[in-house]
């Protein structure tokens, strides 16, 4: 959000100055709480070391200890625990029937009002209603999607019209780089499949 409001002030016309009381919120030593702890839970967590977070964590399952400790992250058994006490709530959760609008009035409202909501995952797990009241009324201070519900949003969302989010356009893995790296691997699963070996990333039903 500061980014965003940054860049429109220094490209607008109308820029005579800079404020010097135009401040942003500090991420080293800020506490992240991430919700979902898989592959890349887990690398958003060794990513947010690098600047010396405070790393706390909901999973379904806990990861080992020397896992823990490699990033120095913390368990919250209880995600209303990781949601009083962060400064940064990220989501990378898969959407299933359990995760769908994980995060509600109730779970904004135990937020921080100084916290900021990171969505990377799918748009169905944020009730977007609730977002929106709690955006407006400064239940919580700002949020980051990169993904909502629908893609794209209606022109006239009420969300596009809050000036303390910032929306990407489901762009996290939208790289030359990442898309080869999928459709190699995805190449990869279905040759294992017609030569009758084993499938590299199998996706096994619950």
């Given at each position: 959000?500061?980014?965003?409001?940054?860049?429109?002030?220094?490209?607008?016309?109308?820029?005579?100055?800079?404020?010097v009381?135009?401040?942003?919120?500090?991420v080293?030593?800020?506490?992240?709480?991430?919700?979902?702890?898989?592959?890349?839970?887990?690398?958003?967590?060794?990513?947010?070391?690098?600047?010396?977070?405070?790393?706390?964590?909901?999973?379904?399952?806990?990861?080992?200890?020397?896992?823990?400790?490699?990033?120095?992250?913390?368990?919250?058994?209880?995600?209303?625990?990781?949601?009083?006490?962060?400064?940064?709530?990220?989501?990378?959760?898969?959407?299933?029937?359990?995760?769908?609008?994980?995060?509600?009035?109730?779970?904004?409202?135990?937020?921080?009002?100084?916290?900021?909501?990171?969505?990377?995952?799918?748009?169905?797990?944020?009730?977007?209603?609730?977002?929106?009241?709690?955006?407006?009324?400064?239940?919580i201070?700002?949020?980051?999607?990169?993904?909502?519900?629908?893609?794209?949003?209606?022109r006239?969302?009420?969300?596009?019209?809050?000036?303390n989010?910032?929306?990407?356009?489901?762009?996290?893995?939208a790289?030359?780089?990442?898309?080869?790296?999928?459709?190699?691997?995805?190449?990869?699963?279905?040759?294992?499949v017609?030569?009758?070996?084993?499938?590299p990333?199998?996706?096994?039903p619950?």
């Amino acid at each position: 959000v500061y980014l965003h409001s940054g860049c429109q002030i220094a490209v607008s016309p109308d820029t005579k100055y800079f404020a010097v009381d135009w401040l942003g919120v500090e991420v080293t030593r800020a506490t992240l709480g991430i919700i979902g702890m898989g592959s890349i839970g887990y690398k958003v967590a060794q990513r947010a070391r690098a600047f010396d977070m405070r790393i706390l964590y909901h999973n379904r399952n806990r990861r080992r200890k020397e896992e823990e400790e490699a990033v120095g992250a913390r368990y919250c058994e209880k995600m209303e625990d990781l949601l009083q006490q962060s400064d940064f709530v990220m989501l990378v959760v898969n959407l299933t029937p359990e995760t769908r609008k994980l995060i509600g009035k109730k779970e904004l409202g135990l937020m921080k009002p100084t916290a900021t909501l990171i969505n990377i995952s799918r748009g169905a797990v944020i009730d977007q209603d609730a977002l929106v009241e709690a955006l407006q009324n400064k239940v919580i201070r700002a949020a980051a999607l990169d993904v909502t519900y629908p893609e794209p949003l209606p022109r006239d969302h009420p969300l596009l019209k809050l000036n303390n989010i910032i929306i990407t356009p489901h762009v996290g893995t939208a790289t030359v780089q990442a898309i080869r790296m999928m459709a190699e691997e995805a190449i990869a699963n279905m040759l294992a499949v017609l030569n009758g070996q084993p499938i590299p990333s199998e996706v096994f039903p619950k």
